[in-house]
């Protein structure tokens, strides 16, 4: 399998050394040299909000115009976001669906098999929706050579980052526009994202300023399409509507991504296969304080504070919250909700025993339980089921064992933790999972 890539590495490499020189040459020829040109726009839409179909989808009929719209497979359905519906409906108008990652993850700061579950597994399941989803765009326009390397791994043509063209106060120097084709199609240059500060005339200047000098192809990042729903990243659909009027009447041409970077539709690659084991049980490595393949979570209006002790079961350490004070939601340490590298992997259908030990003070009756999420195959992370509650222990250790239903279909890893919804304090340890 490996050996199959190796012509895209190579590929990419060459590209990596085109890019660079590009980075370095083409801004001192487009200053003196470039004689005005053409310039294609791209609108491209990031993060999958509703807006996007409620607010967008209209101007761009209006207007008779196409654009790319960025979507996380794991947040369709979620509140405020597009549904898979939605994304079909766009789809079947014309609109180019592209990928995203799974759970809008920042790449570089995952593993290898991380970064190719939230990259592969993301267009596999748009794919699995009948979509042609060739192109991609990085979160928080975050990536690395190696990260372009999985992108193209994946199937995709191109991936957009943000930033790279020249923006008012913002990368003085570098180019105006990407060349079409772009020397590194893993690394397409857009102008900074569109933000609540981002006038029309901004927009304008963007197009105007590429077409004096050599023109090329100017991608243009947006998120939000509102009025006062989002406080940095958004545009209003009047500043939207008159930028698609303005383009119009001068006949600038508008085009998805897809249509200016081309390519076959190829086969979907899934990610590598997720753990099925309980990694770090002990809570004994550790970064920064918070146990390796654990994170800190809760919800809610409480105060709260987290000590990584050596009050420990078994072993050195193990993790106490303390909640001080409480209006609503939780505090409690679950196995990280990741796309792999931690989370343990489950079967639909079977059921699982989770266990912990614990000791605590909290309030009697209060309902301290064993907590459960699944992630579903889009990589969304979903609270399921919980325990019966626990009574305070507080010196001695007690173990807290729960038996889950069968796994519901469409699930395929799991998370849990001792949930802490009071004033109290909780110590945890020794966590288990086995299959029933």
């Known amino acids: 399998m490996k050996r199959r890539h190796l012509p895209v590495r190579a590929k990419l490499a060459a590209l990596a050394v085109l890019a660079a020189l590009a980075a370095v040459l083409l801004p001192a020829a487009t200053a003196a040299h470039a004689a005005p040109g053409p310039v294609t726009v791209s609108l491209t839409f990031d993060d999958g909000t509703a807006d996007h179909f409620t607010t967008v989808k209209p101007i761009l009929d209006d207007h008779g115009m196409k654009a790319t719209f960025y979507v996380n497979s794991g947040r369709l359905g979620d509140a405020g976001h597009l549904t898979a519906a939605q994304v079909k409906q766009l789809a079947?108008?014309?609109?180019?669906?592209?990928?995203?990652?799974?759970?809008?993850?920042?790449?570089?700061?995952?593993?290898?098999?991380?970064?190719?579950?939230?990259?592969?597994?993301?267009?596999?399941?748009?794919?699995?929706?009948?979509?042609?989803?060739?192109?991609?765009?990085?979160?928080?326009?975050?990536?690395?050579?190696?990260?372009?390397?999985?992108?193209?791994?994946?199937?995709?043509?191109?991936?957009?980052?943000?930033?790279?063209?020249?923006?008012?106060?913002?990368?003085?120097?570098?180019?105006?526009?990407?060349?079409?084709?772009?020397?590194?199609?893993?690394?397409?240059?857009?102008?900074?994202?569109?933000?609540?500060?981002?006038?029309?005339?901004?927009?304008?200047?963007?197009?105007?300023?590429?077409?004096?000098?050599?023109?090329?192809?100017?991608?243009?990042?947006?998120?939000?399409?509102?009025?006062g729903c989002e406080p940095t990243y958004a545009t209003t659909p009047a500043i939207l509507d008159a930028f698609l009027d303005w383009l119009a009447a001068r006949g600038t041409a508008v085009a998805t991504v897809n249509a200016v970077i081309g390519g076959p539709l190829r086969p979907g690659v899934p990610g590598p296969a997720p753990t099925s084991t309980l990694q770090n049980a002990s809570l004994e490595a550790s970064s920064d304080g918070v146990p390796t393949c654990f994170q800190l979570g809760g919800y809610g209006t409480n105060t709260y504070s987290w000590t990584y002790t050596t009050d420990a079961h078994t072993g050195s350490r193990a993790e106490r919250v303390a909640v001080t004070s409480y209006t609503d939601g939780d505090r409690k340490l679950v196995t990280r909700q990741d796309t792999g590298a931690c989370a343990p992997a489950v079967t639909a259908g079977r059921s699982y025993t989770l266990g912990l030990w614990f000791k605590g003070s909290w309030p009697a009756g209060a309902p301290v339980k064993i907590s459960v999420a699944l992630r579903g195959t889009g990589g969304a992370w979903a609270y399921w089921t919980s325990s019966s509650a626990y009574a305070p222990s507080p010196s001695v250790w007690q173990h807290a064992v729960f038996t889950t239903p069968a796994v519901p279909s469409g699930n395929t890893a799991i998370s849990f933790g001792l949930s802490l919804p009071a004033v109290g304090n909780a110590t945890v340890d020794d966590f288990s999972l086995v299959q029933t």
């Open 92 to 227: 079947a108008g014309g609109q180019e669906i592209g990928g995203h990652t799974a759970t809008h993850a920042r790449l570089p700061d995952l593993s290898p098999d991380d970064q190719r579950r939230e990259i592969c597994n993301d267009r596999v399941t748009l794919l699995n929706l009948g979509l042609s989803v060739k192109n991609f765009a990085y979160p928080f326009g975050a990536d690395t050579a190696a990260t372009q390397g999985y992108v193209a791994d994946c199937g995709y043509n191109s991936a957009r980052d943000v930033g790279g063209l020249v923006t008012p106060g913002s990368c003085s120097g570098c180019p105006y526009a990407n060349a079409v084709p772009p020397p590194n199609p893993y690394a397409v240059r857009t102008n900074d994202s569109v933000t609540t500060s981002t006038t029309l005339a901004t927009l304008q200047g963007y197009v105007t300023r590429a077409e004096a000098n050599g023109g090329g192809w100017v991608p243009i990042v947006l998120h939000h399409v509102c009025n």
